[in-house]
């Protein structure tokens, strides 16, 4: 009987251990711009790193990959994976192949170049993160290669190659600094991985300091439902009670004029009532916010003409 308790006991922990092993690593590749056969360079290179990138721009992961994949042999420039878009990887180059993303020597040595496609959105830089972060251990352990962080045999930025060998490219870190991650974070989470269901927070800041790490900046992509509408100061607007932080609404602070927006469920745009849902327009879904209300969680955006508009942090940023 006692032995049967102990393979019991060992099977359930060697399933255990398989499931901790596999649970951060839910990301699928999506191999639409990766490189045809005649395409990038065969070169074996020594398994010796992974490099981490950022792209250096504020555009789509998908707009770099098929950039990449339209010049690599005219630029001379491709990696093989590239992340972003909430959680998305393009594939470009092969793995285990040389790839053209950091200078001949680091080429050389790294059978895998991963780049992150940068955002203003601390929402989809969470998830993004997290799945750049397992993605990155997950090649390492692919090649059997190191998951430390910028020691030269293992897992490292450009701004280590830049620093030890060749370049002046010195990302990620700037770049992962403007979302609220640090260089140490950084070297934990790629021992550990990460949970790619958007419920990582970057050293669980509040929402108002994951705006202000990010530079101010915000996006909001989701359609909105509207829970009141009300002719207010001279033109319609509404109200989502979670943007506003609850029910007891404040219209000089939470109204949304219905000129900014456009109705997302196929309805009248002229004639939006409770329950419609809606979306705001460009350029009113993305901009800076202008001032904050820690003892609200509030943050204000200044819309011109219609003024400071408040909303809660936590929605906002989900948005």
């Not at 590749?29 to 020594?46: M, R, S, W």
């Not at 998830?127 to 430390?148: E, K």
Request: hydrophobic share 35%; with cysteine.
């Amino acid at each position: 009987m006692k032995n049967k308790i102990s393979k019991l006991v060992v099977a359930l922990m060697a399933i255990f251990l398989l499931v901790l092993t596999n649970v951060a690593s839910a990301y699928s590749v999506d191999y639409t711009y990766a490189l045809n056969g005649n395409e990038g360079t065969y070169q074996i290179p020594y398994n010796r790193l992974i490099i981490a990138h950022d792209t250096g721009t504020y555009a789509p992961a998908r707009n770099n990959a098929i950039f990449e994949k339209r010049t690599w042999l005219s630029n001379q420039a491709f990696v093989q994976y590239i992340v972003g878009d909430g959680g998305h990887v393009y594939k470009v180059g092969r793995d285990g192949n040389v790839s053209w993303g950091a200078g001949s020597w680091a080429n050389a040595n790294a059978p895998v170049q991963v780049e992150l496609a940068r955002t203003y959105s601390q929402a989809q830089f969470n998830i993004d993160y997290a799945v750049y972060v397992n993605l990155l251990r997950d090649s390492a352990r692919t090649y059997g290669i190191s998951t430390n962080l910028d020691t030269g045999y293992g897992i490292v930025g450009h701004k280590w190659v830049s620093d030890n060998v060749w370049g002046d490219h010195q990302d990620p870190y700037g770049y992962l600094a403007s979302h609220g991650i640090s260089k140490a974070q950084f070297a934990q989470d790629l021992k550990t991985g990460l949970p790619e269901n958007g419920n990582y927070h970057p050293n669980n800041s509040s929402s108002i300091q994951q705006f202000k790490n990010a530079g101010n900046w915000y996006t909001i992509n989701k359609p909105i439902r509207v829970d009141e509408v009300r002719y207010w100061r001279g033109c319609w607007q509404f109200v989502n009670y979670e943007l506003a932080g609850g029910r007891d609404v404040n219209w000089d602070n939470n109204g949304i004029p219905l000129a900014i927006v456009t109705r997302t469920d196929g309805g009248d745009n002229d004639n939006v009532g409770k329950g419609a849902m809606v979306k705001f327009d460009s350029p009113w879904n993305t901009g800076t916010i202008d001032s904050y209300d820690p003892a609200t969680n509030g943050v204000g955006v200044n819309y011109g003409k219609y003024g400071m508009i408040w909303f809660n942090a936590d929605t906002l940023l989900k948005l």
